[in-house]
């Protein structure tokens, strides 16, 4: 009878305790399944990456491709890390020092099949991120072989040319300025160069930089690419929606690099022969040139010499 009284009431056998251990077990399951059966926006599938609305086509042809990468990457990185730090904490737990133990717990050397899986799966990790960012670059940076429009772009200290070779028009831009009648910080957002290209064509970008290096980065395409005197770049892309998309230099060129701006503007076929005509009726036909590349006065270059000069 005392036995029995003894099971009834003692802490491990109590259904109070019973259901209060199941009570805190359900709650972090059911927060998992709140969170996946809600489903995702699709900002949250691509990882919270600009360039991505409701309901509307990614930016450009490479934009899925992209982010495909990233959250793929943080899917993979995040069970690692529970993993990881399950692995951890179930050590702690599980060899924690009892009460009334003393002195060290019994040490190990090593343990063969930890020790061959602790060098296996990180390999596979770093091998399979090294597979799959080299298909997706390769994908990315393949060039047309008949593009629908070839354009260059020059980057100088601090703003942009774009020569629409294909049309051959072209127009020159200025840095930033100041809007001194708006909000503190504010620019006149029309004296921003703005890149137009038409939606639905493959379109080839030559990069060229005209004083230092520079980088072309339209935020929402996911994509930039240095910009480097003396060496062309290229940039292929097909933009899929219409709209218009800020972009910057990304490195570091100067006193007024953050004032190095540009739009890009994305329309359709129609708007843009509208755009290259209007060009065209002011006056810009033709292409803009690196002659005023300051490179070139530099020695090893072409640049006449003293001696030339005598």
């Given at each position: 009878?005392?036995?029995?009284?003894?099971?009834?009431t003692?802490?491990?056998?109590?259904?109070?305790?019973?259901?209060?251990r199941?009570?805190?077990?359900?709650?972090?399951?059911?927060?998992?399944?709140?969170?996946?059966?809600?489903?995702?926006?699709?900002?949250?599938?691509?990882?919270?990456?600009?360039?991505?609305?409701?309901?509307?086509?990614?930016?450009?042809?490479?934009?899925?491709?992209?982010?495909?990468?990233?959250?793929?990457?943080?899917?993979?990185?995040l069970?690692?890390?529970?993993?990881?730090?399950?692995?951890?904490i179930?050590?702690?737990?599980?060899?924690?020092?009892?009460?009334?133990?003393?002195g060290?717990?019994?040490?190990?050397?090593?343990?063969?099949?930890?020790?061959?899986?602790?060098?296996?799966?990180p390999?596979?990790?770093?091998?399979?991120?090294?597979?799959?960012?080299?298909?997706?670059?390769?994908?990315?940076?393949?060039?047309?072989?008949?593009?629908?429009?070839?354009?260059?772009?020059?980057?100088?200290?601090?703003?942009?040319?774009?020569?629409?070779?294909?049309?051959?028009?072209?127009?020159?831009?200025?840095?930033?300025?100041?809007?001194?009648?708006?909000?503190?910080?504010?620019?006149?957002?029309?004296?921003?160069?703005?890149?137009?290209?038409?939606?639905?064509?493959k379109?080839?970008?030559?990069?060229?930089?005209?004083?230092?290096?520079?980088?072309?980065?339209?935020?929402?395409f996911?994509?930039?690419?240095?910009?480097?005197?003396?060496?062309?770049?290229?940039?292929?892309?097909?933009?899929?929606?219409?709209?218009?998309?800020?972009?910057?230099?990304?490195?570091?060129?100067?006193?007024?690099?953050?004032?190095?701006?540009?739009?890009?503007e994305?329309?359709?076929?129609?708007?843009?022969?509208?755009?290259?005509?209007?060009?065209?009726?002011?006056?810009?036909?033709?292409?803009?040139?690196?002659?005023?590349?300051?490179?070139?006065?530099?020695?090893?270059?072409d640049?006449p010499?003293?001696?030339?000069?005598?």
């Amino acid at each position: 009878m005392h036995f029995l009284c003894s099971a009834l009431t003692s802490p491990e056998r109590s259904p109070v305790l019973k259901n209060r251990r199941l009570r805190w077990a359900a709650i972090p399951v059911a927060a998992t399944l709140a969170i996946v059966l809600a489903g995702c926006t699709q900002a949250q599938l691509n990882g919270y990456l600009p360039g991505f609305e409701e309901g509307e086509s990614p930016v450009t042809n490479n934009t899925e491709r992209v982010s495909g990468l990233w959250t793929t990457s943080w899917i993979v990185l995040l069970i690692v890390g529970l993993i990881t730090w399950g692995l951890t904490i179930w050590a702690v737990v599980v060899y924690r020092r009892r009460k009334g133990q003393t002195g060290l717990p019994v040490q190990l050397r090593y343990n063969m099949p930890i020790e061959i899986f602790y060098t296996i799966v990180p390999l596979i990790l770093v091998l399979g991120f090294f597979a799959f960012t080299a298909r997706d670059q390769n994908a990315i940076e393949a060039r047309f072989d008949e593009p629908d429009l070839q354009i260059e772009v020059i980057g100088k200290q601090w703003a942009w040319d774009f020569n629409y070779v294909t049309d051959d028009v072209f127009t020159q831009g200025i840095q930033g300025q100041p809007d001194l009648e708006g909000e503190k910080g504010a620019l006149v957002e029309s004296e921003i160069p703005t890149l137009v290209l038409p939606v639905g064509k493959k379109i080839e970008i030559a990069l060229e930089a005209r004083d230092v290096i520079h980088s072309f980065w339209v935020i929402d395409f996911l994509y930039k690419k240095d910009m480097i005197p003396g060496k062309t770049n290229y940039m292929s892309v097909i933009p899929e929606r219409v709209g218009t998309y800020a972009g910057k230099c990304a490195e570091l060129c100067g006193e007024y690099h953050s004032l190095m701006l540009f739009n890009v503007e994305v329309v359709s076929e129609a708007d843009y022969e509208a755009y290259v005509d209007s060009l065209r009726a002011a006056g810009n036909d033709g292409q803009v040139s690196n002659e005023y590349d300051r490179n070139l006065n530099l020695p090893g270059t072409d640049a006449p010499t003293a001696e030339e000069g005598n």
